[in-house]
C-alpha cells in the first residue's frame, strides 16, 4: 500500500523557520523524483522544488530560491523541505509528491501559516 505523509507544517512568525518531513512507503521511493508543491486558498498547486532520485539535482520556484532547501535520504525513505526567512506569502498547504514514469503519488498536505 502507497503512502506518502507529509508532517513539520504549523504556524510561524515571519523570518522564521520550519523543516517539512514526507515520508513514503509501498514503492521504490529511491527511483522516484520527490517534489514539494503548495497551494494558498483560491490559488493553483504550484511547484516549489524537486530533486531527483539520486539527490543529485535539485530545482526552486524563484521565489524561494536562496530561502529553501530540498533534500532526501533514501535510506530512511524521507525527503525533506528546510524553510527559513519565512514570508506570509509562504502560508498554504505544502504537499509532496512522488513520480516516476506517469506513476504520481500525493501525500495529504501540512498547513504552514506564517504570521506575527
Known amino acids: 500500500q502507497v503512502q506518502v505523509v507529509e508532517s513539520g507544517g504549523g504556524l510561524v512568525q515571519p523570518g522564521g523557520s520550519l523543516r517539512l518531513s514526507c515520508a513514503a512507503s509501498?514503492?521504490?521511493?529511491?527511483?522516484?523524483?520527490m517534489s514539494w508543491y503548495r497551494q494558498a486558498p483560491g490559488k493553483e498547486r504550484d511547484l516549489v522544488a524537486a530533486i531527483s532520485s539520486a539527490g543529485d539535482s535539485t530545482n526552486y520556484a524563484e521565489s524561494v530560491k536562496g530561502r529553501f532547501t530540498i533534500s532526501r535520504d533514501n535510506a530512511k525513505n524521507t525527503v525533506y523541505l528546510q524553510m527559513n526567512s519565512l514570508k506570509p506569502e509562504d502560508t498554504a498547504v505544502y504537499y509532496c509528491?512522488?513520480?516516476?514514469?506517469?506513476?504520481?503519488?500525493w501525500g495529504q498536505g501540512t498547513q504552514v501559516t506564517v504570521s506575527s
Open positions: 509501498g514503492f521504490m521511493f529511491s527511483g522516484y523524483l
Open positions: 509528491n512522488a513520480y516516476y514514469y506517469l506513476k504520481s503519488y
